[in-house]
């Protein structure tokens, strides 16, 4: 757990993705469109990223991708993201972790 909380300590929004997952792309683009500018991790393309998918799939992230953070919180998956979206409750959580200005 100790990584994943590292990689989290330091940024308002992180997701945890891989280049190949189009669910992950479409919750980065997601974010984006609010204005936030979230650090990404792809599992695929960090040298740890074997180490970190174990971690999140610990922590009850399945599947291990995409995983978000807002405000060094674990919000979830796509599903947690979207429904957050739905119920209007996303734009506020990301302008109180400070991850977007308006």
């Not at 695929?44 to 995409?66: A, F, K, T």
Request: proline share 5%.
């Amino acid at each position: 757990m100790g990584t994943v909380k590292r990689l989290v300590a330091d940024n308002p929004l992180v997701i945890f993705s891989k280049t190949t997952c189009s669910i992950s792309y479409s919750i980065k683009t997601l974010l984006r469109n609010f204005g936030a500018n979230p650090k990404v991790y792809e599992l695929d393309e960090i040298s740890n990223g074997e180490q970190v998918e174990g971690e999140l799939l610990g922590l009850g992230c399945d599947p291990s991708v995409p995983v978000v953070y807002i405000g060094k919180k674990l919000v979830g998956g796509a599903n947690e993201v979207m429904s957050l979206n739905m119920r209007s409750g996303l734009k506020p959580l990301l302008i109180e972790a400070k991850a977007i200005w308006l």
